[in-house]
């Protein structure tokens, strides 16, 4: 079991995990909350996230990314799952989170959810999948923020008020936008390789130096997007993640893109907790 934990990479299960807690609160904020609906939500994005996560360490080591000599994803080459067990317990994992949402759409008769389900499951799936492996195509950034911002925030209101609320959508842009800032940290490191193995991102297309600004952009337009939410709360309180912030242009500066990749990932979660405090307030 602690196997396919860590082959699922806990690390950025915030990134599945926040959006879940923004759109709930948003929800509470409308006067419509319920425990039940908000853990089969978590567990929900958990698992087609973490089947995502399995879903792209075996798409790379088949299609020949990810080798022994250089994988920042060790899944496969460290054995700690075979070829096989990862993209069956990928399906699983998926399997398992379309179950809930068919569970969660006909408790709270939201047929709609069944689109943004479906939607997800698909980005998800063909991330790096055979035949269109979007992330090859310099989609990935786009295909990153629709899952993790959008999909999963204004889902989760939805889920829990059977409305699409507006204010759930423009809540879901911050987080898309650090979230693409995860992977963006990620791709950069990888230019390089990646160019040698012929896979298009959009960190490659861009370049370092203007990946690096691009970086620096997601950041800090997260920060003023949480104004369009006409809260002082909501963006106020994000602001005391700053400090997180300028560690991450430190390692930025320094090169430390290794780093950057996990540390994005825990600014995310401590911006994303802050902002749905902000919300609820």
């Given amino acids: 079991m602690k196997k396919i934990i860590m082959a699922t990479r806990p690390y950025s299960w915030p990134a599945s995990m926040v959006p879940v807690a923004v759109g709930s609160a948003v929800a509470f904020k409308n006067g419509s909350f319920s425990g039940l609906n908000c853990f ?7 698992m087609v996230h973490s089947g995502a996560n399995l879903a792209n360490s075996y798409f790379d080591w088949k299609n020949g990314i990810d080798m022994p000599d250089y994988a920042d994803d060790r899944t496969i080459a460290d054995k700690l799952l075979t070829p096989e067990k990862t ?53 990935g950034d786009a295909g990153i923020f629709l899952s993790f911002g959008p999909l999963i925030v204004t889902g989760t209101a939805l889920i829990q008020t059977g409305k699409i609320l507006p204010s759930a959508l423009l809540a879901s842009i911050p987080l898309g936008l650090l979230i693409t800032g995860i992977l963006h940290a990620n791709n950069m490191r990888d230019i390089s390789y990646d160019s040698s193995k012929n896979i298009k ?63 994005t990932a825990k600014f995310v979660g401590v911006f994303g907790l802050l902002l749905a405090i902000g919300l609820i307030i």
Wanted: hydrophobic share 60%; aromatic share 14%; charged share 10%.
């Fill in 40 to 46: 089969w939500t978590f567990l929900a994005a958990l």
């Fill in 87 to 139: 993209i069956r317990f990928s399906m699983l994992m998926i399997f398992v989170s379309a179950l809930i949402g068919i569970y969660l759409t006909i408790k709270n008769n939201a047929p709609l959810m069944l689109v943004f389900g479906a939607a997800g499951a698909l980005l998800a799936w063909f991330y790096t999948a055979d035949g269109i492996h979007y992330k090859y195509r310099s989609l």
């Fill in 201 to 263: 991102t959009f960190a490659q297309f861009l370049g370092m130096e203007k990946s690096v600004a691009y970086y620096k952009i997601l950041i800090v337009s997260a920060y003023c997007s949480t104004l369009l939410l006409g809260s002082l709360p909501a963006a106020v309180l994000p602001m005391l993640s700053m400090l997180l912030a300028k560690k991450l242009f430190v390692l930025l500066k320094n090169g430390d893109l290794a780093a950057l990749v996990k540390e």
